[in-house]
Every structure is written in structure tokens, then in C-alpha cells.
């Protein structure tokens, strides 16, 4: 499903929620945004919690501990994360309009707060030499299954260059997943799909995939599209792999030959 937001007020924009929208998500999410010299604070009795940047310039502070974030373009800069267990207060203060993004989900599991700098980010280049670079894009991962075994969620980006495709080949999992998106230029937009379904991406346009289809994305020539991927693991079955398409897979074969074909 998807939902479109011509544009965030400040303070706290949500985007799902696990009782009574999109909740099939299994998340909470939401975009806080903050004007010069805000104070806000968090604290959640049952909820795990991911804050990460998006643009701005802010400090958290949590457990005697502080950190500042400084993020001016999510196409440029890798993000900046803290991810704290429930029952954690987590505050922020802002030193320039900001956006951060906030992921929740229950989680009954005890573990240490982490804070994740730009270099903590994985950061790699999928579809490179491929299908003649059509899906050549950045994809950048936060926190998983490999890294945070103890969490029930999934942060990362991706970068989708203009004109070119992502999450491919076409491929689903089990698991919910949401997307957000920002183009380099508000006009933007792009493609994105569910299954066979298609919609339309807009600026800071959601999309809402349920588990099981695949959902291959695209953008616009011209226009670079930036998106956030949220994965909510199923109890007793996390998301560590996609199920591929079968019929797409001969792309991913050796040298695979595309039109046209000299």
C-alpha cells in the first residue's frame, strides 16, 4: 500500500503504527521533525527503538552518554543511528532544523544501546557490470540479523541513481517491510511495485509491502531517488535472505547475456 506526504510539520509525522495503521507493519514509525534549539525526549516501556538521521544537526543523549549527529544530504553521507532497548530515555537537542526518523517495534530482550557512526555503515554497490549497469545502485545497511541478532529490526538505504532499478531482481521475503522515500529534487518520482501491482513514488512517499511479494523499485531518469527499508522480523523467523523470483533468476547467472546480444 502506498501513501504519499507532501511534506513533514514539525514535530512528530506518523507513518505506521502497530494497532491501528498499516499494522500489519508490526512497526512504529514515524518522522520527528525539529526546529533550531528543540529538546525532545523518548522513552518507551516496551518498545525496542532506532533513531536514525536524516538531515540536521543534533545531539542524543542517553545513559549518562552523548553524542552529536551532523547529516546535511542523505544522497551524499551515510546515516547516523542510535539504537537503544526499551526503557532507555533517549533525548535530542537540535542545533538546525533536523529530521530523524524513528523505527520501534516490541522486543522483550535486553542488550546494551549502540550508536552507529557513518563509518559503522555498510556500505556496497549491488548490480555493478551487470545487465549493462540499468540496476547499478548503493545499498547501505545499519542493523541486521548479521550485526544485532538481539533486535526484532532492520534499518538501511538505499540510493537508486536516475533512471536505474533496485531490489532486484524481483524478490520478496516473509518478513513486512516499509519503505520512505526522497528524491534529489522534489519533483522527483519513481516506480515502485508490490507483486503486480504498481505505484507511483512520489517525495516522502511510504510504501507499505506486505510479506510475500516481490517488490522491484525504479526511478525516473533525471531524478535520484533515496530510500529508508524497514524489516520487521517474524518471531522465530528472521529476515537473513530474499526469495527470488524464479523466472528472474536467469539474470543472475555468469556473464548473462541481455539484448541486444552480438
Given at each position: 500500500?502506498?501513501?504519499?506526504?507532501?511534506?513533514?510539520?514539525?514535530?512528530?509525522?506518523?507513518?505506521?503504527?502497530?494497532?491501528?495503521?498499516?499494522?500489519?507493519?508490526l512497526m512504529d514509525?514515524?518522522?520527528?521533525?525539529?526546529?533550531?534549539?528543540?529538546?525532545?525526549?523518548?522513552?518507551?516501556?516496551?518498545?525496542?527503538?532506532?533513531?536514525?538521521?536524516?538531515?540536521?544537526?543534533?545531539?542524543?543523549?542517553?545513559?549518562?552518554?552523548?553524542?552529536?549527529?551532523?547529516?546535511?544530504?542523505?544522497?551524499?553521507?551515510?546515516?547516523?543511528?542510535?539504537?537503544?532497548?526499551?526503557?532507555?530515555?533517549?533525548?535530542?537537542?537540535?542545533?538546525?532544523?533536523s529530521e530523524v526518523?524513528?523505527?520501534?517495534?516490541?522486543?522483550?530482550?535486553?542488550?546494551?544501546?549502540?550508536?552507529?557512526?557513518?563509518?559503522?555503515?555498510?556500505?556496497?554497490?549491488?548490480?555493478?557490470?551487470?545487465?549493462?549497469?540499468?540496476?547499478?545502485?548503493?545499498?547501505?545497511?545499519?542493523?541486521?540479523?548479521?550485526?544485532?541478532?538481539?533486535?526484532?529490526?532492520?534499518?538501511?538505504?538505499?540510493?537508486?541513481?536516475?533512471?536505474?532499478?533496485?531490489?532486484?531482481?524481483?524478490?520478496?521475503?516473509?518478513?513486512?517491510?516499509?519503505?520512505?522515500?526522497?528524491?534529489?529534487?522534489?519533483?522527483?518520482?519513481?516506480?515502485?511495485?508490490?507483486?503486480?501491482?504498481?505505484?507511483?513514488?512520489?517525495?516522502?512517499?511510504?510504501?507499505?509491502?506486505?510479506?510475500?511479494?516481490?517488490?522491484?523499485?525504479?526511478?525516473?531518469?533525471?531524478?535520484?531517488?533515496?530510500?529508508?527499508?524497514?524489516?520487521?522480523?517474524?518471531?522465530?523467523?528472521?529476515?537473513?535472505?530474499?526469495?527470488?523470483?524464479?523466472?528472474?533468476?536467469?539474470?543472475?547467472?555468469?556473464?548473462?547475456?541481455?539484448?541486444?546480444?552480438?
Open positions: 500500500m502506498l501513501e504519499n506526504f507532501v511534506s513533514f510539520s514539525y514535530g512528530y509525522n506518523e507513518l505506521t503504527n502497530m494497532k491501528n495503521k498499516h499494522e500489519n507493519m514509525i514515524g518522522i520527528q521533525k525539529m526546529k533550531h534549539g528543540d529538546h525532545e525526549e523518548f522513552l518507551d516501556q516496551e518498545k525496542e527503538t532506532v533513531f536514525l538521521l536524516l538531515t540536521g544537526n543534533i545531539t542524543f543523549n542517553w545513559n549518562s552518554q552523548e553524542k552529536e549527529a551532523k547529516r546535511d544530504s542523505v544522497f551524499e553521507e551515510n546515516p547516523i543511528v542510535l539504537h537503544v532497548p526499551k526503557g532507555i530515555k533517549v533525548t535530542i537537542d537540535t542545533k538546525a532544523e526518523l524513528i523505527q520501534k517495534t516490541t522486543n522483550d530482550k535486553k542488550f546494551e544501546p549502540v550508536f552507529y557512526t557513518q563509518k559503522d555503515c555498510q556500505s556496497d554497490i549491488f548490480g555493478e557490470n551487470v545487465w549493462n549497469d540499468t540496476a547499478r545502485r548503493v545499498v547501505r545497511t545499519v542493523i541486521d540479523y548479521s550485526n544485532a541478532p538481539y533486535s526484532n529490526l532492520v534499518i538501511g538505504e538505499v540510493i537508486n541513481y536516475p533512471g536505474k532499478w533496485s531490489s532486484y531482481i524481483p524478490h520478496g521475503h516473509p518478513q513486512p517491510e516499509v519503505y520512505l522515500y526522497k528524491f534529489n529534487k522534489e519533483q522527483g518520482f519513481g516506480a515502485g511495485f508490490i507483486g503486480e501491482k504498481a505505484y507511483k513514488i512520489n517525495h516522502n512517499s511510504i510504501l507499505c509491502i506486505p510479506g510475500g511479494p516481490s517488490h522491484p523499485q525504479a526511478a525516473a531518469p533525471g531524478y535520484a531517488m533515496f530510500y529508508c527499508w524497514m524489516i520487521r522480523h517474524l518471531d522465530d523467523n528472521p529476515w537473513t535472505s530474499r526469495d527470488n523470483e524464479d523466472q528472474h533468476k536467469w539474470l543472475l547467472e555468469k556473464d548473462v547475456k541481455i539484448w541486444p546480444e552480438k
